[in-house]
């Protein structure tokens, strides 16, 4: 007999009051940095950017373009698998000031990829805003230049996170926790 997972609400890790305190000082230092930009796109990585791109950018005082990035990665267990992009961006960057924007970066496989193709496009300037880092299972260097906060080595959701699709719409980051039947 298959063991089935069921599901507890997830523990409040990060709560919303946090996030919310978090992103204004984050838009701050954006707005800061690119007070002079003549031309700044910001990019999200779909879908668990979103939450976090939308409150972010609401409190931005710059003016700035939006575009959206989704990639899927194929692998085998034993190694970083090839990255596919399913939704490249719309807008054109080249000469632009590019804001990436993710949720969590992890192992850095998939981020070093994308920001290797925004600067061969020809992007003026590429930073990564990421809401949160989880350092522990960093594998290859990436430079997050805007971090929301840094997290242990445990599974996330909330805020955009998901879980099987499930939970992207708490309004909090939540330790994920699985339980076997």
Do not use: W
């Amino acid at each position: 007999m298959r063991t089935k997972k069921r599901t507890t609400q997830p523990s409040v890790l990060i709560p919303e009051a946090d996030i919310e305190r978090r992103i204004g000082e984050l838009a701050a230092e954006i707005d800061r940095d690119y007070a002079e930009s003549d031309r700044l796109i910001a990019i999200g990585i779909l879908k668990g950017s979103v939450f976090f791109m939308t409150d972010l950018l609401k409190q931005l005082k710059v003016p700035v373009s939006v575009d959206f990035f989704q990639t899927s990665s194929y692998r085998d267990s034993t190694e970083a698998g090839e990255i596919r992009i399913r939704k490249d961006v719309d807008l054109s960057i080249r000469d632009a000031d590019v804001l990436l924007i993710e949720d969590i970066v992890d192992t850095g496989y998939t981020l070093r990829t994308i920001l290797s193709l925004l600067h061969f496009r020809g992007a003026k300037s590429v930073k990564l805003c990421a809401l949160l880092d989880k350092a522990a299972r960093r594998e290859v260097e990436v430079t997050i230049d805007y971090r929301g906060f840094q997290i242990d080595d445990i599974f996330v959701v909330g805020y955009g996170l998901d879980y099987a699709e499930l939970y992207r719409n708490l309004p909090y980051i939540g330790v994920f926790h699985a339980v076997e039947d």
